[in-house]
């Protein structure tokens, strides 16, 4: 894995362009405007993503939009994404993967772990204080792009979720 890049995506430069370019890339698919961040924190940044996402998915909802094609997008949007991250960081291993994981998710507010092979559990959601099930439902079509871009493909599936009132996800990639 290249180990330069990997240190700026991990410090707080990183986390904040993660998140900008996840907001930019996710108000384009759900066709809504990308808020102004110039000189806000991670943090900052983090609360605005969240609200933007539960904002928008509640009124694609309501609305009776077409979730299965929103979700497509999404899933294609966070695929892109996510194979933009494999080919800059350049993983070797599913070793590597994981670390990439881990670290794209803990800027987002998210501690994530292999608990077994292909078994992954959540055991700290930023969003989940934002997300209905309905919403996490939706949303999660990016957890899988991005899951299947870091790793040249698989499928991400959930079997319990935070937003559901469990204590933790728990989701299985194959």
Not at 11 to 33: C, N, P, S, W
Not at 38 to 57: C, M, Q, V
Not at 97 to 112: D, S
């Amino acid at each position: 894995m290249n180990k330069v890049n990997y240190r700026l995506f991990s410090g707080k430069y990183g986390a904040r362009f993660e998140i900008r370019t996840l907001m930019r890339q996710t108000a384009k698919v759900f066709h809504v405007a990308v808020p102004k961040t110039a000189g806000l924190s991670a943090p900052e940044l983090l609360k605005i993503y969240a609200k933007l996402t539960a904002d928008a998915a509640m009124c694609a909802i309501k609305s009776g939009q077409d979730l299965k094609s929103l979700q497509k997008r999404l899933y294609r949007m966070a695929c892109r994404l996510g194979s933009g991250a494999r080919r800059w960081l350049r993983p070797k291993n599913e070793q590597d993967c994981l670390a990439i994981l881990t670290m794209l998710y803990r800027n987002l507010g998210i501690e994530i772990r292999e608990e077994k092979p292909g078994e992954f559990c959540v055991y700290k959601c930023y969003f989940s204080s934002f997300y209905t099930p309905e919403i996490c439902c939706v949303i999660s079509a990016i957890d899988k792009g991005i899951f299947a871009g870091i790793y040249a493909g698989g499928r991400l599936t959930f079997r319990q979720r935070i937003t559901e009132g469990k204590d933790v996800c728990w989701a299985n990639f194959r």
